[in-house]
C-alpha cells in the first residue's frame, strides 16, 4: 500500500512539474545578465531571451565571441531591445562589483534576471590527494562557486529594486557526487548549500526576489562531450543521448520565469536518481561506479 502511495505521489509531482503554463510575456522587456555566455548553454540562453523579448547583457573572458552572440541577438530581436556585453574574468574576484555595476548601466539602470551560468574546465580526473589536484582547489572554488556569491551579493540590491530573479545554472553533480569531478562536485555542492540558505534569508526579510536552482543532467555542449571523452567515458558516450543545449536554455528561461524553487532537466533522467539517493545510497553508489567500470 505505502508504494502505491508513493507511486500517486510521484506520478502527480511529475505531472505538475511537466505542465507547460509558461507565459512568453512575462520575459519581454526584463533586463537579463548571463554569465558564460560566450558558448554553451549560456550562448544558447542569450539567444532565447533575445527572441522572447527581452534586454540581454552577456560576459565572459573572449570578446571576439561575446561580440559575434551579441550581434545574432540583434538578429533575433526587434530594435527596441538592448543587447551588449561585458568582457571579465571570474577568477578576478575584485572586479566582479564592476562587472554588475557595467552591466546595470547598459541594461539602462536596473536588473530583474541574474543568471549565473559559468564554469571552469580543468583536468580533474582521479583524486589522489597529489600536488596537481591540491593545485585545482582555488581555481576551481573560486569561479565555480566564490564568484557566485560574489556577483549575486553585488546584484541583491538591484534585484531587490526590480522584484527580480536569480538564476543558479548547477549540476547533477552538486547533488550525487561524481567519479574524476571531485572538486567541481564540491563546488555545486557549495552552491547549494549558499543558495538555499539565501533563499530562506531573503524570505525572512520579506525581500522579494526568486531563486531557481537549475539541476542538469547529461547536456550535449561541446564542452561535456570533450570532458567525458577525455576521461575514456565511450560507453556513456555511445549509450546516452545528450540534451540539446538549446532545449536545455528554454527550460531554464521557463522555470526562472515561473521563479520556479528547482528544476531538473532532463526531469525523467535525473529527479528519480536523486529520490533513491537519500533512500538507497550505497545502492546508488554502487551503480554509479559499475557505469564508470564498464569503460575501462
Known amino acids: 500500500m505505502l508504494k502505491k502511495i508513493l507511486a500517486v505521489v510521484l506520478g502527480l509531482l511529475l505531472g505538475y512539474w511537466m505542465i507547460d503554463d509558461f507565459n512568453p510575456e512575462n520575459v519581454k522587456g526584463k ?21 522572447l523579448g527581452a534586454n540581454v547583457v552577456i560576459t565572459a573572458r573572449r570578446e571576439n ?3 559575434e552572440v551579441v550581434e545574432k541577438c540583434q538578429e533575433l530581436s526587434t530594435s527596441q531591445q538592448k543587447h551588449d556585453y561585458v568582457v571579465a574574468d571570474m577568477m578576478d574576484l575584485n572586479s566582479t562589483e564592476e562587472v554588475i555595476e557595467a552591466a546595470v548601466s547598459k541594461l539602462q539602470g536596473g536588473l530583474d534576471i541574474l543568471v549565473l551560468n559559468h564554469i571552469i574546465l580543468l583536468d580533474l580526473g582521479i583524486w589522489t590527494g597529489s600536488k596537481h589536484n591540491i593545485s585545482l582547489i582555488e581555481k576551481v572554488l ?12 553585488f546584484a541583491l540590491p538591484h534585484l531587490e529594486a526590480s522584484k527580480g530573479s536569480i538564476v543558479v545554472v548547477s549540476s ?40 531557481t536552482t537549475c539541476i542538469l543532467g547529461f547536456i550535449g555542449t561541446e564542452n561535456a562531450v570533450n570532458q567525458l571523452s577525455n576521461y575514456g567515458q565511450t560507453f556513456l558516450l555511445s549509450v546516452l543521448k545528450p540534451a540539446a543545449p538549446s532545449d536545455t536554455a528554454l527550460e531554464i528561461i521557463k522555470s526562472a520565469s515561473k521563479r ?7 526531469m525523467l533522467e535525473i529527479y528519480p536518481l536523486i529520490l533513491m539517493r537519500d533512500w538507497l545510497p550505497e545502492t546508488c553508489e554502487f551503480i554509479n561506479r559499475y557505469v564508470y567500470t564498464l569503460n575501462s
Not at 520556479?260 to 532532463?266: D, K, L
Request: proline residues 2%; aromatic residues 18%.
Open 31 to 51: 533586463r537579463v545578465f548571463i554569465t558564460g555566455a560566450s558558448t554553451g548553454i549560456g550562448e544558447q540562453l542569450a539567444y532565447h531571451y533575445a527572441k
Open 65 to 67: 565571441r561575446l561580440k
Open 142 to 153: 573560486k569561479v565555480n562557486f566564490e564568484s557566485y556569491v560574489y556577483l549575486a551579493s
Open 172 to 211: 547533477f553533480a552538486g547533488k550525487f557526487g561524481q567519479p574524476f569531478v571531485s572538486i567541481y562536485s564540491a563546488s555545486k555542492f557549495a552552491l547549494e548549500g549558499f543558495f538555499g540558505a539565501l533563499r530562506q534569508e531573503l524570505k525572512l526579510r520579506n525581500c522579494d526576489i526568486s531563486i
Open 260 to 266: 520556479v524553487r528547482q528544476m531538473y532537466y532532463p
